[in-house]
Structure formats: C-alpha cells, structure tokens
C-alpha cells in the first residue's frame, strides 16, 4: 500500500484538496491517504468547513506522494517554520510531490522547485512569482511535469494533474475508471489551458 | 444572507459534496454554507475524511437551500427515520432543494420528488429507479430542474449543477466569476452528457 500524505491548513482551498482526493481516493486499493496538520485539531478550510487531520507534522516524513493544495493560507504558511521544513524533508523523500494552485508557490517558497519548470494559479500568477526566482514558471499550462513534480493551474486544474499522475503510477486504465466513474470531463492535454489568456498571460 | 444546508452522512462522496461547495462558498456575502448531520461526531466521507458538522437535525430545518450528496451511504440513509423526516420537512420549506448523484435517489424516497423530473448518477441510474417509482427518470442530462428541484448527474455533474442555481439565485455574472476564478470548465448545457451513451443509457 503507498501513502498521499495531504498536507492541510487554515484556508485551504476546498476543490484544491477535495478534487484530487475523489481520485486518489478511489485507487484505494492501492494507496491510503493520510491527512497531516501542524496539529490535530480541525482545520477550517477557505470555505469554512471543519476536516479532521490523520496526522500531524511531527508523525513522520515518509510518504509515496506529497500533496499541497493552495488557498489564501498560503502567504501566511510560507513563514511557518514547522510547515517550511517539513515540506522540505518530505517533498525530498516522496517519489511523487504535487502541487495545485498556489500550493505551487508553497513548495517553490522552500526550494523544492528551484530549477524547475512549474505552474500556478493564472489569477495570482503575477504574485506567485517571486516566490520562486529561480522557478522557470510556465504562463500557459493546466499542470506541468518536471520530474517528480507535478505543478497544476488553479483550484479545478488539481483534478485534471491527479488523473495524469493516477495514469503514470496506477495505469492509463485506472484513470480512465476514475474518470468515468466520477463522471469527469478529463483535459488530458496539460497544455490546455484557456484561463492563461482570461487572465491576459498570453 | 441566504442559508444552504448541506446534509453529510458516512460514506457521502467527497467530491458531491465539495465540487458544490467551492461554487457556493464563493458567494459568501450572501450565502452561509451549513454542514447539517444526524449527530455532531465528525463524518467519515467515501474516500475516508472526518468532516466536523456546524449543526445537528435536530437544530432545525428552516433553510433557503437544502443540498444533498450522493454515495454509497445512500441506500443506508434511506431507511433512517432522522433523516428522512429531516429531508422531507427541510425540503418541503426551502426555497431550493438539490441533489447531486444518488442524492437525488434519497430525495425521491421521501417522495419529495413525485411527479418531478429528475436525473442521476449514469452508472447507478437503473440501481436509483425503485427509489422513486413515481418520478419521471431522465437518463440523458447533466442535471435536470423542474420547479424548485435541481437534480444532478454522477459526482462531477454537481458542480455544473450548482453553477446553474448560482446562477439563477445570485446572477450569471457571479457564476461567471466563480467558475473562472476556480478555472473550471463550465458546461453549462444541462443536455451535455456523454455518460449516458458510456452507460448505455441511450
């Protein structure tokens, strides 16, 4: 069984997380996904809503996949000290680290993607930026891949990047299940991306 | 500011419940999004989630909306007492009642909607039909409105669904608005429905 650890905190973007979880929560035969917070209490998310975390950042480091959604929690994370350095221990261990929305900014913020081709949401896009000098950030994109990691456009973006990342580690089959079964219209194409010209990028 | 209750029980599908909410927790200087349980205990979604509710049946049943999530707790809820007195009385007095997936299997058992159309999940469609005998079942529709009931396709389905009350409820330009900011691609004909021919259903 591989693990998601699903990093959460206060002001999540709801479809961030919960998008990408309908996926790889239905390869459950195959992976756990684990929930981790800086503590165990509930974490209110941007639309308010309570989830409980599985675990906590002091619970360990060791997942298969690393998983950050994005939200307006995301300025205040990135001087977090306890968030900062786990990130930067998993992310370094995990085969596999994901990125949505401004989750992207989080991990660019850290390090994990200096070097790297990546993306984000295209409305902050202009504000993501210097949280990465040294990300090659890519305007027009639904998701990039760079090796290990997996950077989508905002909010809905996540689910079309989970379902890409579901075909490389669980089959092509198992996303097209996937897919079907949560009656999704799937872009395969990451170079689909019409909001990069809504939010005048290109 | 208008209230929608949102009904969780265990096993809700994730993305039923959260795809909907996203849109409509955008609308937040109008709308307060209420998660309503039987008991106060957090609820375990499908894809094993613990969701901490705002209130209990028993704290009312006087909404503007009423939102119900399908999943494979569907066919439990179905034969709960709490439940289904708290469906066909919120139901009865909110000025919307909607269900995405088997939802809609669950709001046609309490007979909300007799003598109504009404769709739901593609692949499950012909499990949902003996819940509601005496409603007009439609197999080709990404979501179907007749009178104050809006009913959804599979999972996903709700979230093209909930654009349209948002719609009507607090204008095309706020569903507009929503739907870019979250980069979702809109379908916003409620006739598109590729899943119908994938199930057979056609």
Same mark, same amino acid.
């Given at each position: 069984m591989k693990t998601l650890a699903a990093l959460v905190f206060p002001e999540f973007q709801t479809l961030d997380l919960f998008g990408p979880l309908?996926?790889?929560?239905?390869?459950?035969?195959? !992976?756990? $996904? $684990?929930?981790?917070?800086? &503590?165990?209490?509930?974490? %209110? &998310?941007?639309?308010?809503?309570? !989830? @409980?975390?599985?675990?906590?950042? %002091?619970?360990? &480091?060791?997942?298969?996949?690393?998983? *950050?959604?994005?939200?307006?929690?995301?300025?205040?994370?990135?001087?977090?000290?306890?968030?900062?350095?786990?990130? $930067?221990?998993?992310?370094? %261990?995990?085969?596999? *680290?994901?990125?949505?929305?401004?989750?992207?900014?989080? !991990?660019?913020? @850290?390090?994990?993607l200096d070097g790297r081709r990546a993306t984000t949401n295209k409305q902050d896009f202009e504000w993501s930026l210097p949280f990465g000098p040294k990300v090659d950030w890519v305007p027009k994109a639904r998701w990039v891949e760079d090796g290990k990691f997996f950077t989508s456009s905002g909010v809905s973006a996540g689910i079309d990047m989970s379902l890409a990342v579901i075909a490389q580690e669980f089959g092509l089959e198992a996303a097209e299940k996937t897919a079907r079964e949560a009656e999704y219209d799937w872009h395969r194409d990451s170079n689909w991306d019409p909001f990069a010209q809504v939010y005048g990028l290109v």
């Open positions: 309908e996926m790889f929560g239905d390869q459950d035969n195959e !992976l756990e $996904i $684990i929930i981790v917070a800086e &503590s165990g209490d509930p974490v %209110k &998310s941007r639309h308010g809503q309570y !989830l @409980v975390p599985d675990r906590t950042l %002091k619970d360990g &480091s060791d997942y298969n996949y690393v998983f *950050v959604p994005g939200g307006r929690g995301t300025p205040v994370e990135e001087d977090n000290p306890a968030i900062t350095a786990w990130l $930067i221990e998993a992310g370094g %261990k995990a085969d596999i *680290v994901m990125g949505v929305c401004t989750g992207g900014a989080l !991990l660019a913020k @850290v390090g994990l």
